[in-house]
């Protein structure tokens, strides 16, 4: 790592705009369940393990769409992916888990109508999520298509965005932070986990066990430059020897470097899901608990007059 910095200076290491703008959000998050959380109906205090989850997402997101892993991940792939799992994987459900339902509940009441009710939906339908993020992710590490969003600072940017979103319908229907709201059964949360650890599958085995490498944007100096070139500030010569030489900062093969980033994102991917799958459990044992101490209740015979 001690590479990159003698190499790059501070906006392209720490991408301080990211900072500024995911500031601001913190800001936005802790001025809206403080001092605006009485505007809305229902509201009731958020707990401190949400505030808690809010602060990680910001900084998981931070690490995968900044940091000097932004760098890393130009140079090798398993970065790159690395910085994926923080950002779609990690950042997002965090998101999800942090923002409280009174929020959730007042935005679907403010924009619900006959209209906008059947767009959401379309939009809101577990299989369109299912297919979207997963179609979305597996599209991207087609070699074509990742070398040419590599190679476009504002492609790239719009297509994490699009990542961004289509992470938060998938994990919307794994997590159900309002229940109300387009519900699946406890059950079939946990048949939809493994539904998108299938579908993902492919997309991970193309780079594990791809007899050679697939992304030039690794293996072509000529390309990698061009991509490298939109890290540094305008005219600055693209430091070559980070991607051979003595003094590169690859440790390892293409090849090598291509079959742990499909491994890194395939272990990490299960390794959230069987989080998620527990949190589900967990859901649907306190239901059940509630649901039999209310019918406890409710067979106590009652005195007659």
């Given at each position: 790592m001690s590479v990159l910095f003698e190499n790059f200076g501070f906006r392209a290491l720490w991408t301080p705009e990211l900072l500024l703008g995911l500031l601001v959000i913190?800001?936005?998050?802790?001025?809206l369940i403080t001092r605006w959380r009485s505007r809305f109906k229902g509201?009731?205090?958020?707990?401190?393990?949400?505030k808690v989850y809010f602060?990680?997402?910001?900084?998981?997101?931070?690490?995968?769409?900044?940091?000097?892993?932004?760098i890393a991940g130009h140079i090798m792939i398993s970065f790159h992916m690395t910085q994926m799992v923080f950002a779609y994987f990690i950042a997002t459900p965090l998101f999800l888990l942090a923002i409280p339902s009174w929020f959730f509940q007042a935005m679907v009441d403010r924009f619900r109508s006959p209209v906008t009710e059947r767009i959401f939906r379309v939009i809101w339908s577990p299989i369109v999520a299912l297919f979207l993020f997963n179609g979305l992710f597996s599209f991207y590490?087609?070699?074509?298509?990742f070398d040419t969003l590599m190679q476009s600072v504002v492609l790239h940017s719009m297509y994490e965005y699009l990542l961004l979103?289509?992470?938060?319908?998938?994990?919307?229907?794994?997590?159900?932070?309002?229940?109300?709201?387009?519900?699946?059964?406890?059950?079939?949360?946990?048949?939809?986990?493994?539904?998108?650890?299938?579908?993902?599958?492919?997309?991970?085995?193309?780079i594990i066990f791809a007899?050679?490498?697939?992304?030039?944007?690794?293996?072509?100096?000529?390309?990698?430059?061009?991509?490298m070139a939109y890290c540094l500030p305008a005219?600055?010569?693209?430091p070559m020897g980070l991607l051979s030489g003595p003094d590169s900062f690859t440790f390892l093969e293409a090849r090598m470097d291509q079959q742990l980033a499909g491994?890194?994102?395939?272990?990490?991917?299960?390794?959230?899901?069987?989080?998620?799958?527990?949190?589900?459990?967990?859901?649907?044992?306190k239901k059940e608990k509630q649901q039999d101490g209310a019918l406890t209740i409710s067979d106590i015979p009652t005195a007659k007059p």
């Open positions: 913190g800001i936005l998050y802790f001025l509201s009731a205090p958020v707990r401190t393990r949400q602060v990680l997402a910001l900084l998981a997101l931070y690490i995968g769409w900044g940091s000097p892993l932004y590490h087609v070699p074509f298509m979103f289509a992470a938060a319908l998938m994990w919307w229907h794994m997590i159900a932070p309002l229940p109300s709201a387009f519900p699946l059964s406890d059950l079939r949360r946990v048949g939809y986990i493994f539904a998108n650890g299938i579908l993902i599958t492919p997309a991970c085995a193309l007899p050679t490498t697939l992304y030039q944007t690794y293996t072509d100096p000529t390309i990698w430059a061009q991509v005219g600055t010569a693209v491994v890194l994102m395939k272990v990490m991917q299960e390794i959230t899901y069987g989080f998620t799958i527990g949190y589900v459990f967990k859901q649907w044992l």
